[in-house]
């Protein structure tokens, strides 16, 4: 009743904290409210959302809120027994263990105690990498892997944080432009740009070839991949910057846009460029 | 006679016959509040705030993992406030050390304030990173911090009870005035209120000076009042920029609608 009547000034309904959502007879609670002689009251600024008798309120800018399933970037902050510590954006370091990473030598092996002595060979400080989101500890903590052949160390690229409200979730959350870059878009707002790598160099034989996935050597980029990898960096800059939200056919078009312009890798960053750039993406989409 | 003359010339009074005070400023009247929720670095939310000439910026990380571990609590999110005064801000110029006492103390009184506003059992583990940058003082300098803060965390998306929104209050004989400069705090007992307006519970009552018994509850009272005002200010600021942040080309909530209508037919 009462979501009914404040609602919607020209859209969604926002809040500030404190502010009196609804009755809590009626609704309850969700993220980014609390309860107070029956009252449904948001904690933080942002805009109310409602799923049947469930109201939560969603901050416009946070740090990211991990799901499991989610596909983040992180970067290795300290190897301690048996686990990683990654840097994910989060509001605690993730944890991957060493048991959720594939070894070399066949990916269905045992660790061995080797393997733990030798930790620092597959992930060192201040690696990059992508991984999914396995499980969260008891204190909220998430736990990741990178069982797969997609996850692993990252290189040949560049590393860009935004706010992680800006990356939905879509069908896959690695892109490959026509210019040669490969995109990762993590979901807690960190988003890798590299060199593109072709797919059957990727999966090859059987898997998996430890030399390559663990390798923290950069591959020789060519002048034209190099400025193709930045001018893909600065137009996410430059979106992020207008809160306008990532996804493959923004970036796409956003990309189609200022090469069909001839606007320069330093110029996408100028004012007046980027505030054509983000008219040209809101004007097509309407 | 003489004597008196000069010192009459001297100390400028406080409230004139008029009502009046020094800034010309009736007793009630707040001095200009300026709101800036512009982002700031790498910083998760920033607010720089002035109260007439006072003028202070705050930046706030986190929650993020803490960087000293002995300082995690196991069951909710430890907060950290680190306050630098800048050497210019004041009339005579004076470094101050980060270790100083008076800015440790004014430091932890900043923590207490928000330790029960701030949701920090939602973040067990984690740490909340708050620096306060004093620019220009020129008196209140514990209320814009406070108001300060509070934009910045509201902005930083972490969980308030409410707004906390703190005023200055004196007393010049026995008329109350509002939000102090520093030419009347040196004359005037004050004492600093911080409220969370919708509850009106006061969360930070503060002085340095004596003041009569009498005459407290007065201010108190004013000081309360004068807190919803601020409120009103900082709360439209907040709003604001939800708005544009929200409809700057942003996350189209028509979308996100679809969303969610999609989320509930898997149910």
Redo the contacts between chains.
């Keep these: 009743m009462d979501l009914a009547e404040v609602e919607y000034d020209g859209g969604a309904r926002l809040t500030c904290p404190g502010d009196y959502i609804t009755s809590s007879q009626a609704f309850m609670r969700g993220h980014g409210t609390y309860v107070e002689n029956d009252q449904v009251i948001a904690s933080v600024a942002g805009t109310v959302e409602r799923v049947n008798k469930l109201v939560t309120v969603r901050a416009i800018r946070t740090r990211y809120s991990p799901e499991v399933g989610d596909l983040v970037v992180g970067r290795i902050t300290e190897v301690q027994p048996k686990r990683w510590k990654v840097d994910a954006n989060s509001r605690q370091d993730a944890v991957l263990m060493l048991s959720s990473v594939n070894l070399p030598g066949g990916v269905q092996r045992r660790k061995l105690e080797s393997d733990e002595l030798q930790m620092r060979t597959f992930f060192e400080e201040g690696d990059l990498l992508v991984a999914e989101v396995q499980a969260f500890f008891s204190d909220g903590a998430m736990s990741l892997h990178t069982r797969s052949l997609k996850y692993g160390k990252l290189r040949n690229g560049q590393l860009i944080a935004v706010p992680p409200i800006l990356v939905r979730r879509l069908k896959s959350h690695f892109i490959t432009l026509p210019c040669g870059v490969d995109l990762i878009l993590g979901l807690n707002g960190y988003i890798w740009v590299s060199k593109h790598v072709k797919d059957n160099d990727q999966e090859g034989e059987e898997g998996f070839d430890a030399e390559a996935v663990y390798s923290s050597q950069n591959d020789d980029i060519d002048e034209a991949t190099r400025s193709a990898i930045s001018s893909v960096t600065n137009i996410i800059r430059v979106l992020a910057a207008h809160f306008v939200p990532l996804t493959d056919a923004i970036l796409l078009e956003a990309y189609a846009w200022v090469m069909d312009q001839e606007i320069g890798t330093k110029d996408i960053l100028q004012e007046e460029t980027s505030d054509f750039l983000v008219a040209a993406l809101t004007s097509s989409r309407e | 006679m003489v004597r008196q003359m000069v010192v009459e010339s001297v100390y400028c009074k406080i409230l004139n016959d008029g009502g009046f005070r020094s800034d010309g400023r009736r007793q009630y009247e707040l001095r200009d509040i300026n709101i800036d929720l512009g982002q700031q670095g790498?910083a998760?939310?920033s607010a720089s705030v002035s109260h007439g000439l006072t003028q202070v910026l705050v930046s706030v990380f986190?929650?993020?993992?803490a960087k000293m571990r002995s300082q995690t609590i196991?069951d909710r999110?430890n907060i950290n406030v680190e306050v630098a005064v800048a050497p210019f801000s004041t009339g005579e110029r004076r470094r101050r050390g980060r270790g100083d006492k008076r800015i440790l103390e004014f430091a932890s009184t900043i923590k207490s304030t928000f330790e029960p506003v701030i949701?920090t059992a939602l973040?067990?583990?984690?740490q909340i990173d708050i620096f306060v940058q004093i620019l220009q003082q020129d008196g209140g300098v514990l209320q814009a911090c406070i108001n300060a803060t509070t934009l910045a965390l509201?902005?930083?998306?972490?969980?308030?009870?409410?707004?906390v929104c703190a005023v200055t209050g004196g007393v010049h004989s026995t008329s109350p005035l509002l939000d102090l400069t520093t030419l009347e705090e040196n004359d005037v007992p004050h004492v600093t209120v911080a409220v969370?307006?919708?509850?009106g519970k006061v969360t930070l009552v503060t002085m340095e000076t004596r003041l009569h018994v009498d005459r407290f509850e007065d201010i108190f009272r004013v000081g309360c009042e004068a807190g919803k005002v601020i409120h009103k200010e900082m709360?439209a600021a907040?709003?604001e920029?939800?708005?544009s942040?929200?409809?700057?080309?942003?996350?189209?909530?028509?979308d996100?609608d679809v969303v969610?209508e999609e989320?509930?037919e898997d149910y």
């Design positions: 790498s998760d939310g986190g929650p993020r993992e196991h999110a949701q973040y067990p583990r984690s509201a902005s930083a998306g972490i969980p308030l009870l409410d707004f969370m307006p919708r509850t709360r907040v709003k920029r939800t708005r942040v929200g409809s700057g080309g942003g996350p189209d909530v028509g996100r969610m989320r509930m």
